[in-house]
């Protein structure tokens, strides 16, 4: 069975700093895809990024970042130059790529709060 | 419109009542996804429809049930729930129901908030 652990119930940073928020996985499969979602207050599921268990290079979209560690099966989202608009509860989660359909696993979440 | 539609945003029912929910998704998605979002708890997977035809139900309870009638609408009727149905009910889409390669995005929608009495 596939599991997502965020430890970090709550973060805090300032405004203009980078953040990381951190996200373990455990699995046996050796394909599979790891996702980071934002969901604001509004409630919706915003995705954010994505790391193929293959891909070589991590993954990069604007400020969003995702440290890949393979090994250590760690797939930690790095927000650089935070913004007030970043406060949110942000989600990993990890999907099978063979046999297991496009059905997502996800963790329990850490709600970062970016303050001036 | 675009992206993922949930309506209504925030439903009250008593538990006798019968209620449902509805997804419109304008992405040309092949598949749709209902996820239940509790307090405190991981979003669970509740059904997935693949070309309008249910390929997945994750052990839900009778008292939900999917309908598909077309690859762009996705509705939950809700009849005699309990207060612990009490949730956050967000339907999703994606390009392809089943490969598991790529991205394959699921798009979320904002959620129907439910709360039972």
């Known amino acids: 069975a596939q599991k997502i652990t965020q430890t970090q119930p709550g973060m805090f940073v300032q405004e203009k700093e980078a953040v990381t928020l951190d996200c373990t996985y455990d699995t046996s499969d050796q394909s599979y895809g790891l996702f980071w979602y934002k969901q604001p207050s509004s409630g919706e599921m915003i995705f954010l990024i994505y790391q193929g268990s293959y891909d070589e290079q991590n993954a990069t979209e604007g400020r969003y970042s995702l440290n890949f560690q393979k090994a250590r099966k760690s797939a930690n989202l790095v927000i650089s130059a935070s913004q007030l608009g970043d406060s949110a509860m942000y989600f990993c989660a990890m999907r099978r790529s063979a046999g297991g359909g496009n059905k997502l696993t996800f963790g329990t979440g850490t709600q970062l709060k970016v303050e001036l | 419109e675009t992206g993922v539609t949930q309506t209504p945003r925030h439903l009250v029912m008593g538990m006798t009542n019968k209620k449902s929910l509805k997804c419109e998704q304008h992405?040309?998605?092949?598949?749709m996804y209902w996820y239940k979002q509790s307090a405190k708890k991981p979003l669970e997977l509740m059904f997935v429809?693949?070309?309008?035809?249910?390929?997945e139900n994750n052990s839900v309870p009778s008292r939900f049930s999917p309908e598909c009638p077309n690859s762009s609408h996705l509705f939950l009727h809700l009849h005699t729930l309990q207060p612990e149905d009490s949730a956050l009910y967000l339907c999703?889409?994606?390009?392809?129901?089943?490969?598991?390669?790529?991205?394959?995005?699921?798009?979320f929608g904002a959620g129907s908030r439910l709360t039972v009495l």
């Open positions: 429809y693949s070309l309008e035809e249910r390929v």
């Open positions: 992405l040309g998605h092949n598949a």
């Open positions: 999703a889409s994606s390009q392809d129901p089943l490969a598991g390669a790529g991205a394959n995005v699921l798009t």
